[in-house]
C-alpha cells in the first residue's frame, strides 16, 4: 500500500503539476487562463515586430480569431529555465527554435523604434529595430 502511495504522490508531482497542455495546434496554460499558438508558422514565419501583431490579428488556429503577440512577462510563462544546454521553452511545445521570437512591448529607445523579443536559447529579453525579422508565437486568453 505504501509503494502505491508514493508512486501516485510521484506520478501527481511530475505530470499533473505541470499547467500547460498539448491540444493540437495549440497549447494550454491553465494556470494563467491562455493559449498559446503551436504551429509549423512559429519557425517558419520571419515578420517585423509591426507585421507580428498584423499576423496574429488574422490568426485562425482552434477555432480562434482572438490571438495577439504575447508581452515579455507572457513569455516567462512558458520559458524553462531548467534546461541548461538547451531550448528553454517548456518541452510541451513541437514547433521550437532557438531563435528569437518578437514580443508585443516596445522600448524608449530611439522613439520606440525598438522592440522586444524572446531569445529562447537563454530565455532572456533582448531588443532590437522593430524593421528586423524575427519569429513570431501568438497568445490569446481564454476568457
Known amino acids: 500500500m505504501k509503494v502505491l502511495l508514493i508512486v501516485i504522490f510521484i506520478y501527481t508531482g511530475l505530470f499533473a503539476g505541470d499547467k500547460l497542455q498539448k491540444k ?10 491562455m493559449m498559446w499558438q503551436d504551429t509549423e508558422d512559429n519557425i517558419r514565419m520571419l515578420v517585423s ?29 512558458i520559458i524553462d529555465k531548467s534546461r541548461k544546454d ?10 521550437i ?13 530611439n522613439f520606440g523604434r525598438w522592440g522586444y523579443y524572446i531569445y529562447f536559447k537563454s530565455g532572456s529579453a533582448y531588443y532590437e529595430n522593430r524593421t528586423y ?7 490569446r486568453d481564454m476568457k
Request: aromatic residues 16%.
Open 49 to 77: 515586430h509591426i507585421d507580428s501583431s498584423k499576423y496574429c490579428s488574422a490568426l485562425r488556429v482552434g477555432g480562434h480569431t482572438n490571438w495577439r503577440v504575447p508581452s515579455v512577462d507572457e513569455y516567462s510563462y
Open 97 to 109: 527554435l532557438q531563435d528569437d521570437y518578437w514580443a508585443s512591448d516596445r522600448t524608449w529607445r
Open 133 to 139: 525579422p524575427k519569429y513570431i508565437r501568438c497568445v
Open 86 to 95: 538547451e531550448i528553454m521553452i517548456n518541452r510541451v511545445f513541437r514547433y
Open 24 to 33: 493540437g495546434d495549440y497549447v494550454l496554460d491553465k494556470q494563467h487562463n
